[in-house]
């Protein structure tokens, strides 16, 4: 009885650990998104998420210009 029920409890936790990496796999949703979501949201620290996407952004648009000159 104690050998089925070790067995049981690793099946299960062997499933278990299945299910969340096939969860993962389906997220479609990139990183830039789930911040600009949260960025959007009333949570608090939002405000801050948005100015890190700004100065990203800013960043990213100086050196396009940068690497324009070039």
């Not at 993962?24 to 949201?41: C, E, M, P």
């Not at 100015?51 to 324009?68: H, I, K, M, P, V």
């Amino acid at each position: 009885m104690r050998y089925a029920a070790i067995v049981m409890c690793v099946v299960l936790a062997a499933c278990a650990k299945a299910d969340r990496s096939g969860a993962a796999g389906r997220d479609t949703l990139t990183r830039r998104q789930r911040d600009s979501v949260l960025g959007a949201s009333r949570l608090p620290g939002a405000q801050g998420i948005r100015g890190a996407l700004r100065a990203q952004d800013t960043a990213a648009a100086q050196n396009a210009r940068a690497d324009s000159i070039r």
